[in-house]
Each structure stands twice: as structure tokens, then as C-alpha cells.
């Protein structure tokens, strides 16, 4: 059964460096997200994406952060200067169909800032 | 309530028995998606229902969609010790390109 894929499943970094999360949507998935989950919170939004653009973004979405898709497969999520408050969960998913069809989220990357 | 709240949050049964968990929302939705989230791991996509859809079934899982009350309900049967985990029902805002979760129910089967 196809599946979304994240790497790495968990990556530890210092306060003020940058990362990239790393996504593999399925094949014939049209729109792609990024959401992420604070340690015993709830699953909040941060950003949609469509025909090689944001389409949505949440407030937590700010200029910290940008998504990319560098191929026909990858699905990226940059975070620059990392504060110890983006120690999360980040999950990516995708949808065939906007969310009129389900959306399917990968294993996680599980991000710690110390 | 918030949109996409779960409740109970917590519920503990023995295995072999029903669990029912309710999800209520404020806005209006396309569809309603519920998902598990064994404990660290991944969200996994369970049953998706429209809003023009009243009941839905997949395998032991049976989901209710009402309305005009805007709630939701997963019923489990003949639950599992590998059923053990949190639960999220998630609603999309119509129009708009997140869904909205809920806090999640945390469900554990004992053998």
C-alpha cells in the first residue's frame, strides 16, 4: 500500500541551526502538508501546499520556516534559527484531492532543539 | 469545546468489549477523518465520512456522522490489546486546506 515516508524519524539539533525534514508523499498525491505535535498537544497545521506553491499557512507558519519541493518527489520543510520551542513531532501529509479525499500522514520526525 | 474534540479523553476496557468514542465540532465540514496514533508513532488514517453520509463502516469500525448535532462517533467492536492507542477525529473547515484536530482519546485494551 503506498505510503507518505519521513526522514529522519528523529533528529536532535542545536538552538539556532537549521534543519530540513524530509518527505516522500505518494506518487499521485496532488497536495502536500506539513503539521506538527508538541509533545501531549494537539496535532496543529502549519502549511498546505499546491501546484508548487502554498495555498495556506497557519499563524505558526512564519519566516522561520519554508517548504520546497526540489523534485518530482521530495516534500521539504525548512527551519531556520530553531528555538527550543520547535521541539516537536513534524508530520507530512498528503491528499489525492485536497481534503475532500483522505489525508495520509507519514511515521513523523520527531525534532528536538537543545 | 474546541472543533475536533474527542470525548472521553481516556477510556479502559477489557478486551473482547465495545469502545465508543465521540468527536463534536462548531463549524461546518465537507467530511470528518479519524485517525490512531499508537504512543510516539505516526497518525493512521482510519474511516473518512462526508457530511452527506450518516453511518460508515470499515472492518470493526463503525462511524456515525451527525449534522445537525455536529458530533461523531467511532465505535470499536470486539476491541483488541493492539487497539491500544490515542484516537483523533480531524474536520476540514470547508473551503479552507487544514483539518482541524481534536486532542485525541486515549483508549486502552486490556488482555
Known amino acids: 500500500e503506498p505510503e507518505v515516508t519521513q526522514t529522519p524519524s528523529h533528529q536532535v539539533t542545536q538552538m539556532g541551526q537549521e534543519v530540513i525534514l524530509r518527505c516522500v508523499p505518494i506518487s499521485n498525491h496532488l497536495y502536500f502538508y506539513w503539521y506538527r505535535q508538541i509533545l501531549g498537544q494537539k496535532v496543529e497545521f502549519l502549511v498546505s501546499?499546491?501546484?508548487?506553491?502554498?495555498?495556506?499557512k497557519s499563524e505558526i507558519f512564519d519566516d522561520q520556516f519554508s517548504v520546497e519541493r526540489p523534485d518530482g518527489s521530495n516534500f521539504t520543510l525548512k527551519i531556520r534559527s530553531t528555538k527550543l520551542e520547535d521541539s516537536a513531532m513534524y508530520f507530512c501529509?498528503?491528499?489525492?484531492?485536497?481534503?475532500?479525499?483522505?489525508?495520509?500522514f507519514g511515521q513523523g520526525t520527531r525534532l528536538t532543539v537543545v | 469545546s474546541q472543533q475536533g474534540e474527542e470525548d472521553p479523553q481516556a477510556l479502559s476496557i477489557q478486551e473482547g468489549e465495545n469502545a465508543t468514542m465521540n468527536c463534536s465540532y462548531k463549524t461546518s465540514i465537507n467530511n470528518l477523518q479519524w485517525y490512531r496514533q499508537n504512543s510516539g508513532r505516526g497518525l493512521v488514517h482510519l474511516i473518512l465520512?462526508?457530511?452527506?453520509?450518516r453511518e460508515k463502516h470499515s472492518g470493526r469500525l463503525r462511524v456515525t456522522l451527525d449534522t445537525s448535532k455536529k458530533s461523531s462517533s467511532l465505535l470499536i467492536t470486539a476491541s483488541r490489546a493492539a487497539d491500544t492507542a490515542s484516537y483523533f477525529c480531524?474536520?476540514?473547515?470547508?473551503?479552507?486546506?487544514?483539518?482541524?484536530f481534536g486532542k485525541g482519546m486515549k483508549l486502552t485494551v486490556n488482555p
Open positions: 480531524a474536520t476540514d473547515q470547508g473551503g479552507s486546506e487544514k483539518l482541524v
Open positions: 465520512i462526508r457530511s452527506n453520509e
Open positions: 501529509a498528503s491528499t489525492e484531492q485536497d481534503l475532500r479525499t483522505e489525508a495520509f
Open positions: 501546499f499546491y501546484n508548487n506553491e502554498i495555498s495556506e
